[in-house]
């Protein structure tokens, strides 16, 4: 079986010591590429230096909603620029998160509209964090729509009401690990729902590990076992999944040149 992870953060510190292992672990299991996501200015240095090393860590430059307190308007150029290099193959992540940023909600929202004139215009997909924020979401996002590539919302957790509205409006989905959750029976009740050239898989390492490994660090070579969910709540192999979401996952970013 041959699979891309379209989301994983293979820079942090639980990876430490064991990077080696986790790729080739990664290479032994089919995985081929693994998109590498930024989260801020000092590990979007550390995605683009990942990616001279090993080709098939495809790099993206965002900055996670968890930490966009101090972000100001001068933030912006520097990632602008950082977007365009050669080999980036997306903005993001960005979003909402208010399951751990309660505090500085009104942070979040200011801080989303800004990023998101960094990709207008442009010629790369943003990922999407958003967790317990929707309405927002949908509201902030309203008059950016039309000057973005694609939207990818990565680690899916949407119900059907948002499903749906987020499939009106042309997003891709990236489901995790929470898919082979015993209770997340909702959740895979919306995979059905995606058209087939709109999905996608991601680990989310080292968060988010399916079960059986759940609670435990995560790590791409792990993706077979969600890429199995996926394929048994839509009635597919697991390979035929693997196949399908790895094709949507070189077309949204544009993959290419030498994979792990
Ligand atoms: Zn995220
Ligand atoms: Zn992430």
């Not at 192999?237 to 996952?249: D, I, M």
Request: aromatic share 8%; with cysteine.
């Amino acid at each position: 079986m041959e699979i891309i992870d379209s989301h994983a953060h293979l820079f942090l510190p639980e990876f430490e010591g064991d990077y080696p292992g986790v790729l080739q672990r990664a290479r032994e299991s089919g995985v081929r590429r693994i998109v590498n996501v930024g989260l801020g200015p000092r590990t979007n240095a550390l995605v683009l230096d990942a990616f001279r090393e090993t080709p098939g860590l495809h790099p993206t430059v965002g900055w996670h909603p968890n930490s966009v307190e101090g972000l100001t308007e001068a933030d912006l150029p520097p990632l602008a620029s950082l977007l365009d290099l050669p080999g980036v193959v997306a903005f993001g992540e960005i979003g909402l998160d208010y399951y751990r940023g309660k505090d500085f909600v009104e942070t979040q929202r200011k801080a989303l509209p800004m990023l998101l004139e960094v990709a207008a215009g442009g010629r790369k997909p943003v990922i999407i964090h958003c967790r317990e924020a929707w309405d927002d979401f949908f509201d902030l996002m309203g008059p950016h729509w039309a000057s973005l590539k694609a939207v990818l919302l990565h680690c899916y957790s949407g119900d059907g009401r948002v499903t749906k509205k987020a499939l009106d409006l042309g997003c891709h989905f990236s489901y995790a690990g929470a898919i082979t959750y015993k209770n997340a029976e909702a959740l895979r009740d919306t995979i059905p729902m995606i058209p087939a050239d709109r999905l996608l898989i991601e680990t989310d390492a080292p968060f988010l590990a399916p079960v059986p490994k759940r609670g435990k660090r995560n790590e791409p070579a792990l993706l077979a076992l969600t890429a199995e969910s996926l394929a048994r709540a839509r009635g597919l192999e697991p390979a035929e999944a693997a196949a399908l979401t790895s094709e949507n996952a070189v077309r949204l970013f544009g993959l290419t040149g030498p994979g792990l």
